[in-house]
C-alpha cells in the first residue's frame, strides 16, 4: 500500500479547518488513490473545536484517512509534514495597527517556520492561508534557512477563482473553458486580476468582452469599475450577503492550490499562485507576490514573456509596493 502524506493543517478548530478537512480526507485534494495523515495544529483555546473535528472525521469513515493527531505543539504538529496548510493567523481587530497585526502574526508565523525547519520532512510544501498570507509567508519561510525559499507559497487561488466565476457569465462561458487569467500581487484589495490574455473556448476574453459591453472602451470601464473591484472585495460581498465570510470557497481554493502544486496544472494552463519572487516581471526578489504560474513535478513556475501593458504595470507596481512596504515592516519589526 502506499505510504500516507502527512499534512499538517493549523487552525484546523476554526472555520476554514472544518471545512478543509473533511475534503482532504475524502481525497480530494490528492486524489482517491493517496492515503493521508492529517495533523491538526491549534492554540489551546482551539483544541476541543479541533477534537471534535476529529471525532467527525472518524464517524466519517474515510478509506484514505490514516491518522488524525490533535496537538497544540508545532513540533508534533510538523514533525514529518509532507504538506502544511497554515490557516490560523491574528485577524485585524477594530484600532488595530497595521504593526500590531504584523507582530502578532510573526509571533505565529516565526516559530512555525522554524518548527518546520527542524522537524518537517525533506520535501515539505507550504500554502499559507491566514491573513495577510503573503508575508506571513515570507515570515515563515525566512525562519526556515534550510527549506528551499520557492517551497513557502501564499494562497491567491480563491481570487483567481472569483476571477473565472465571474468572466464565466460576463461572457458567458463555462469555467472550465477559461484560461490565461491572472491574479497578480498581494493577496489584498491592490490585487490585480488581469484578463488581457485570458481566453474562453479559445476566442480572446478581452475581443468578447468588447463585443458584449459595445467596444474596447466599455470592456475597460467594466473591468476597470466593476470586475476588478468586485473580485479584490467579494470578501466583504460575501460577508454581507450569507451573514458571516466566505469559507468553503476559501477551503476550496486551498485545495486547489495544493493539488495543483503536487499532481500538476497539466493542460489547463495556468492559474495563480503566491510565489518568492526571483524578479520575474520586475517584482522585487524576496517577496511573496502573486503571479501567473504552472505546476509541474511539484514545482511551480512563474510563466513568463507575458506582454505587460502600461495599465497592467500600474497595478502591479501598486500591489508589489504595498508587498514591499509589509516587507520593510516586518524587518523592522525584526521577524525576517
Ligand atoms: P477562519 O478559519 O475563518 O480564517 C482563518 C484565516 O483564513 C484568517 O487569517 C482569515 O483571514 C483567512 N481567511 C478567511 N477567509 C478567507 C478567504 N476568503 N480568503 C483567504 N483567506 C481567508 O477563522 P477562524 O477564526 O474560524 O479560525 C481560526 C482558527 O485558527 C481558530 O480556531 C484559532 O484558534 C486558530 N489559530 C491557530 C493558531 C495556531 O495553530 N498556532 C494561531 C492562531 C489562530 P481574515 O481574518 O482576513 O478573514
Redesign the pocket.
Known sequence: AKKPVSITI??????????LLFRIASGAMLGPDTPVRLNL???P??LR??EGAALELQDSAFPLLSHVEVT?D?AV?FGGANLAL???????TAGMERADLLQANGG?FG??GRAINDHAADDIRVVV?????NT?ALIAASNAPDVPRDRFTA?TR??HNRALGQLSVAVDSPVGDLRGVTIWGN?SATQFPDVAHATAGGDSVPALLAGRLGGPEGARSWLVDEFIPRVAK??AE?IEVRGS???A??AS??IDHVHDWVLGTADRGWTSAGLWSEGAYGVPEGVICSFPAVAEGGTWRVVEGLEIDLFARHRIDASVAELVEEREAVRSLGLI
Open positions: 493549523t487552525g484546523a478548530g476554526g472555520q476554514i479547518g472544518y471545512a495544529l491549534e492554540i483555546q482551539g473545536a479541533a497544540d508545532p504538529a497554515l490557516v490560523g493567523a491574528r485577524p485585524r505565529i516559530p512555525q492561508v491566514g491573513n495577510p498570507a506571513n494562497l480563491l481570487d493577496h467579494r470578501g460575501i465570510s466566505s469559507v470557497s476559501a481554493a486551498a
